[in-house]
């Protein structure tokens, strides 16, 4: 089943750029950064974690495209002409007679994918919190496991430092550990 996406040039630039503002600072992380493609009826929406961008379309299903945000934002800076044309397929992105293949892409129907909602400017309580809500393959999917790893090697750091505050008064590293699962686990609906 191949998904295509078809607008002007300037329309996708505009959603690349919205959506840039959102990555990860860091080079790695950036290039990790997955983009979600919801394609509805006459339009698409474009997202990353933090940032979402919709664009008219003449579409006629409804279906979700995920890859790497690098390789659709690398096509469209180096498209040349007035119209934009992408064709989208398991594992596969064609564009300008060109295909690009990647066992990143993915097609998925709607509501065969978990809706993760994380603010604009989460908190690594966000991300710890999310484990306790979703599944590891869920997470995965989402590309959020790197991120929720770094929030833990975060957070047992500063359980360390505040321990080589608190020791003098008797706080052991397990009273601190059982507050702070104690405030993760307190998931607001």
């Not at 500063?158 to 321990?163: D, T």
Request: glycine share 4%; charged share 30%.
């Amino acid at each position: 089943m191949s998904i295509k996406l078809e607008c002007d040039i300037e329309n996708i630039k505009e959603a690349c750029k919205h959506l840039r503002v959102a990555l990860p600072k860091s080079k790695r992380e950036r290039s990790k950064a997955i983009l979600e493609m919801n394609f509805k009826p006459k339009e698409v929406h474009l997202s990353v974690i933090g940032a979402k961008y919709r664009l008219r379309i003449e579409a006629e299903c409804f279906t979700k495209v995920m890859l790497p945000f690098v390789i659709l934002d690398t096509i469209v800076k180096d498209w040349k002409g007035d119209v934009f044309i992408a064709s989208f397929d398991i594992g596969l992105v064609t564009f300008g007679g060109s295909a690009l293949e990647s066992d990143a892409i993915k097609i998925v129907h709607p509501e065969n994918q978990p809706k993760i909602d994380l603010p604009i400017n989460y908190s690594e309580l966000n991300l710890l919190q999310l484990e306790f809500q979703y599944s590891y393959e869920e997470l995965g999917r989402m590309n959020l496991l790197s991120k929720i790893d770094k929030a833990k090697e975060h957070l047992d750091e500063s359980v360390r430092m505040a321990l080589s505050a608190l020791s003098v008064y008797g706080v052991k590293y397990d009273d601190i550990e059982k507050v702070v699962r104690e405030k993760i686990r307190n998931i607001k609906k």
